[in-house]
């Protein structure tokens, strides 16, 4: 059974740093793309960053030089790191997992607190 598991959410505050994992497990088809959205309440989900299966990196402007996305494929893991973190950026945060040619998975989110 596929699953798709978030971990390292958290409280910290402004300017703090926090680093987010993401484990997909039982997915049978190839992965390619392993991504980060978030969604603060009564707001979209919104990429935040995402990794191709050939590294290729893709990221919000509003995160461009602060958050750090990394995949360990042979572990199917994906790392954000995310520094300099605003309160406005409070938000839970999902995993996506794209594999084969359409099937997408999602991790239950974790939260994120940033205080000011």
């Known amino acids: 059974q596929a699953q798709v598991v978030e971990s390292g959410g958290g409280l910290v505050q402004a300017g703090g740093s926090l680093r987010l994992s993401c484990e997909a497990s039982?997915?049978?088809?190839?992965?390619?793309?392993m991504g980060w959205y978030r969604q603060a309440p009564g707001k979209q989900r919104e990429l935040v960053a995402h990794i191709t299966a050939d590294g290729s990196t893709r990221y919000a402007d509003s995160v461009k030089g602060r958050f750090t996305i990394a995949r360990d494929g042979a572990e199917e893991t994906v790392y954000l790191q995310m520094n300099s973190l605003k309160p406005g950026e409070t938000a839970g945060y999902y995993c996506?997992?794209?594999?084969?040619?359409?099937?997408?998975?999602w991790g239950q989110g974790t939260q994120v607190t940033v205080s000011s």
């Open positions: 039982g997915i049978i088809f190839s992965i390619n793309v």
């Open positions: 996506s997992v794209v594999a084969g040619e359409e099937y997408v998975y």
